[in-house]
């Protein structure tokens, strides 16, 4: 029914950049939150930004002033533009999202299958 499709991830060196892209698609009623979370090798998933459907947005403290969120509501996309990237924010970075569907009245979470973010030292 819905879908979360994540791109963008690959190898860097530290203090590179990277923009990840995550794309909705199926039956969309409507989204509301659209968030990124990441998971570190032998660690567990963590939150890293939020982006609101009114526009708010909200970072972990270890990526603020170097990574933003950005959506698009009309196209169903969320971006996260990292920059100034350190070795510890490699992981498998997953796109998740509050989404309706057409016909429905609830409001479940979706998750993207995720991708490789490497930052080299």
């Known amino acids: 029914q819905v879908q979360l499709m994540e791109s963008g991830g690959g190898l860097v060196q530290a203090g590179g950049s990277l923009r990840l892209s995550c794309a909705a698609s199926g039956r969309i009623g409507g989204i509301k939150d659209m968030r990124w979370y990441r998971q570190a090798p032998g660690k567990q998933r963590e939150w890293v930004a939020t982006?609101?459907?009114?526009?708010?947005?909200n970072y972990v403290d270890s990526v603020k002033g170097r990574f933003a969120i950005s959506r698009d509501n009309a196209e169903n996309m969320v971006w996260l533009q990292m920059n100034s990237l350190k070795s510890e924010d490699t992981a498998v970075y997953y796109c998740?999202?509050?989404?309706?569907?057409?016909?429905?009245?609830?409001?479940?979470?979706?998750w993207g299958q995720g991708t490789q973010v490497t930052v080299s030292p």
């Open positions: 998740n999202a509050v989404i309706r569907t057409v016909g429905q009245l609830t409001w479940p979470n979706y």
């Open positions: 982006s609101t459907r009114e526009g708010a947005t």
